[in-house]
T-cell receptor
């Protein structure tokens, strides 16, 4: 159980185009979903936190107009990289929070497999 | 905010040996410490976690210890196997109850197990 999928797994696009990445919790309803960015050989950097039906909360330094997040349902969140540029190339990972999935009934985050974005 | 330091950045061991990865955290309010394993080109997978009211937790070949006073926690892998080779991330977070937590990650440890 607790499987999170991402689509696409890999995308290559031209500079100036927009790219949408989907994150789905397949067998549970996620109270909260998170979007991370990871550069090669580095740790995960939290970009934003989203709750179903409300606006995402962005971390400091993350442009909300650049990285549009929509959390339409308890099983789906999307990240749209608008007007992508080469510096946006990265590995984007989402996670979904499973209520009561952790120890002592705490919430636990389960990560998706990631999406490799390359902007030419 | 929370700051998590993780060492070593790279760890090379022979199959069958033990591997230990250590992390320290700065915020004494942190009370939940998950460990993740990330294989190349994949997302992180939760492998074990520990709450601050517990000093040690074990799951088959992996164990985690926590020293709240010193604010450090460690991952121990015994009888390592080549398939244990991956990047391991520690994280520290505050869980208030009734809501989600947001972990602060360490920089990761690349574990290489030689057959």
């Amino acid at each position: 159980g607790a499987v999170v999928s991402q689509h696409p797994s890999r995308v290559i696009c031209k500079s100036g185009t927009s790219v949408k990445i989907e994150c789905r919790s397949l067998d549970f309803q996620a109270t909260t979903m998170f979007w991370y960015r990871q550069f090669p050989k580095q740790s995960l950097m939290l970009m934003a936190t989203s709750n179903e039906g409300s606006k995402a909360t962005y971390e400091q330094g993350v442009e909300k107009d650049k990285f549009l997040i929509n959390h339409a349902s308890l099983t789906l969140s999307t990240l749209t990289v608008t007007s992508a540029h080469p510096e946006d190339s990265s590995f984007y990972i989402c996670s979904a929070s499973l209520a009561g999935g952790g120890p002592d009934g705490t919430d636990t985050q389960y990560f998706g497999p990631g999406t490799r974005l390359t902007v030419l | 905010g929370e700051n998590v330091e993780q060492h070593p950045s790279t760890l090379s061991v022979q199959e069958g040996d033990s591997a230990v990865i250590k992390c320290t955290y700065s915020d004494s309010a942190s009370n939940y410490f998950p460990w993740y394993k990330q294989e190349l080109g994949k997302g992180p997978q939760l492998i074990i976690d520990i709450r601050s009211n517990v000093g040690e937790k074990k799951d088959q070949r992996i164990a985690v210890t926590l020293n709240k006073t010193a604010k450090h926690f460690s991952l121990h892998i015994t009888e390592t196997q080549p398939e244990d080779s991956a990047v391991y991330f520690c994280a520290a977070s505050i869980f208030f109850g009734g809501g989600s937590y947001i972990p602060t990650f360490g920089r990761g440890t690349s574990l290489i197990v030689h057959p």
